[in-house]
């Protein structure tokens, strides 16, 4: 996708134009007034007339272009099971990303809950925490009024994104208002950058699972760590990439890599809107959801593994080159992909399973970067590094960590016990302490026991001796271990007086 000027890359399709199913093709629809008729309807079906349109569990209008046909279905059982999973990750969510960063990105490979699906995303980009270090930001950028240039290119793309999901049916809906806010905030948050046509359509992804603000973040999550350098006015990070992805072509593919060379096909033609739009106007939507979920956990490979899979089935095989004699056969075949190759579990099973790292990556990109030096010289545009994934995103830039000092919701009055402190079974030895007192202010009345059944209940730990009875009227012994004993006994209360002293005092501490 190119910059507003619309230069570089393959066009945004005009208005008017037609789609097919959530790809927006580059050829003019039969019916061109119709399909702008359609993208002109209310989001709110009731006001609009449209209350008897049926919608899918994707918000796609059921019988539209945009909808789906049969899709399987995750058993009911499995999927509360799944729900209770990712709700335990997502509450102890630096626990799981510090020990159990592997088990995370199998279930994300499994496929996230639809219902916990755009938390796992603001989770897994650091869309929460870059919300928690800037709380307002997105507000004040909301209240600027914004550059010109870009405003008048944002309202011309608004409805040509998704038009028939049920956000954004309706010029001036709801949805197409936050989406107008969505990417305003980016070009005040990044005025260097500005807004390039490609962004529309992540940002409307976004929207479709979280609020505006949320959805904001993730973007900015999406092109400064994602996809660094992918909407500069220049787009020499996508032209990297493209020469990466033909290089991986070569090793996945060697059919479809000696064929579009042979065609001299550049990866610009047909890779562009792959990886600039993360395939959401390419595969069919169940497998584009599946495809974020790995992609938020992962990174960039993702989707160059989508991207080789797709030109291996669409290319791979002597049959499929035959049918393709020249540049214009080859890139309609890859604009018209087949629809088994893009099936959700077909797809999902491929990338999952296509040996393409990270470090790969790297090194072809180390490789293509020293090449594009030597023939064109430096890059004008420094992007950051791309991170690869959520553990790298969280290694790079970790969350705050909570207090560890409590701070109650109702005080205490200074003598109660303190709830949920560390020492849980202090309180019930000061009340055990408390009814010891009572039991012996009880029995002062009472006749004194001998010295001996004093001694042995103090021993015991049952009872204290009175202080004011005095040891010589007790029975005389036959030795004097008894008064030698009566100080030490003393002295044991005292201590044990003064350990139960110390111990409350550490309850309350």
């Known amino acids: 996708m190119a910059k507003s000027n619309g230069e570089n890359g393959p066009r945004a399709p005009a208005a008017g134009e037609s789609l097919s199913g959530t790809r927006e093709s580059l050829t003019q629809g039969p019916d061109a007034a119709t399909t702008d008729e359609l993208s002109s309807l209310g989001s709110d079906s009731e006001a609009n007339g449209f209350a008897e349109r049926r919608i899918d569990k994707f918000g796609f209008i059921v019988g539209s272009q945009g909808a789906e046909g049969a899709l399987e279905e995750v058993p009911l059982e499995v999927l509360r099971q799944r729900e209770s999973k990712w709700l335990d990750m997502l509450n102890n969510w630096d626990k799981w990303m510090a020990k159990k960063h592997k088990k995370i990105r199998l279930r994300c490979q499994k496929g996230i809950p639809p219902s916990l699906r755009g938390r796992a995303w603001q989770y897994l980009s650091g869309g929460k925490v870059k919300l928690q270090q800037n ?7 909301d209240m600027c009024p914004g550059d010109p240039k870009w405003l008048d290119v944002i309202e011309r793309d608004l409805h040509r994104q998704f038009p028939f999901h049920e956000m954004f049916v309706s010029r001036g809906g709801h949805g197409q208002q936050d989406l107008f806010r969505v990417l305003k905030a980016y070009t005040l948050y990044r005025p260097e950058e500005g807004y390039c046509q490609a962004q529309a359509p992540i940002a409307a992804v976004l929207l479709m699972h979280m609020p505006a603000e949320q959805a904001f973040w993730c973007l900015v999550q999406i092109c400064e760590k994602y996809l660094p350098g992918y909407y500069s006015e220049k787009l020499e990070a996508i032209q990297l990439d493209g020469e990466i992805l033909f290089s991986l072509l070569q090793k996945v593919s060697p059919v479809a890599h000696k064929h579009l060379s042979r065609q001299k096909i550049d990866p610009l033609l047909y890779m562009t809107e792959w990886f600039m739009c993360a395939f959401s106007r390419t595969l069919p939507w169940s497998s584009v959801l599946r495809v974020w979920d790995m992609f938020f956990c992962e990174g960039v490979k993702i989707i160059f593994r989508v991207g080789l899979v797709l030109l291996k089935h669409a290319l791979g095989s002597p049959e499929k080159v035959k049918a393709c004699q020249g540049q214009y056969e080859t890139i309609e075949r890859l604009r018209s992909l087949s629809p088994k190759i893009m099936q959700e579990a077909f797809l999902v099973q491929e990338v999952v399973e296509l040996p393409v790292t990270e470090r790969q990556i790297e090194r072809e990109h180390l490789i293509q970067l020293r090449r594009w030096q030597e023939t064109r010289g430096e890059l004008q545009c420094r992007s950051p590094p791309r991170l690869h994934g959520a553990k790298a995103i969280l290694d790079a830039e970790p969350g705050p960590r909570p207090t560890l000092q409590p701070s109650p919701s109702i005080r205490l009055p200074p003598d109660a016990p303190f709830p949920g402190s560390k020492a849980k079974s202090k309180p019930s030895k000061q009340a055990q302490k408390e009814q010891q007192k009572q039991t012996k202010a009880r029995r002062q009345p009472e006749e ?25 009227d007790s029975a005389p012994q036959t030795s004097s271990a ?18 139960t002293s110390q111990e409350s005092e550490d309850t309350y501490l």
């Open 135 to 141: 709380p307002g930001k997105f507000d004040e950028l």
């Open 448 to 472: 004194p026991p001998a010295p001996d059944q004093a001694m042995v209940e103090a021993a015991a730990g049952d009872a204290y001796p009175p202080q004011h009875v005095p040891l010589k």
């Open 482 to 499: 008894p008064q030698d004993s009566a100080p030490q006994v003393s002295a044991h209360h005292r201590s044990q007086e003064s350990l």
